[in-house]
């Protein structure tokens, strides 16, 4: 009975090494959080930005121009500036609706020479008024 008794009372938790581990592990997570989010961010404005041309009809947007027009003011409005939009982004007519297609790779240097590649690629069907 006592030996347990011992046992139980040299256990005291975390060491120095213990927590420098866990402080290390929470430093990297973070550092990586704050390199991979803003582009998420950035490439939800920008899917909202094109389906706001399908839900807002007072919009008025008829040719491919004035499409791209549209997205280039929205971008300037909420500060995308990672992204070329004519690279980005294409838009075609096919039976009487803009057809969208957001395909894009964002490269954000992590440490040192390695670098955390994010792909986005998606397609809309837009309706014209």
């Known amino acids: 009975m006592r030996s347990s008794m011992k046992f139980s009372t040299s256990q005291k938790g975390f060491s120095l090494v213990g927590w420098l581990l ?56 909420n500060s995308i500036r990672d992204i070329d939009l004519n690279k980005a982004l294409k838009v075609t007519v096919e039976n009487n609706a803009f057809k969208a297609h957001l395909n894009y790779e964002q490269r954000e240097p992590w440490f040192q020479n390695i670098d955390l590649v994010l792909k986005f690629d998606k397609q809309f069907s837009v309706g014209k008024p």
């Open 22 to 77: 866990v402080l290390m592990l929470v430093a990297f997570a973070t550092t990586t959080a704050f390199k991979l989010v803003p582009h998420y961010l950035d490439y939800r404005t920008m899917t909202n930005i094109i389906e706001t041309v399908d839900t807002n009809k007072t919009l008025d947007i008829t040719t491919v121009d004035e499409f791209y027009g549209y997205v280039g003011k929205n971008m300037q409005v």
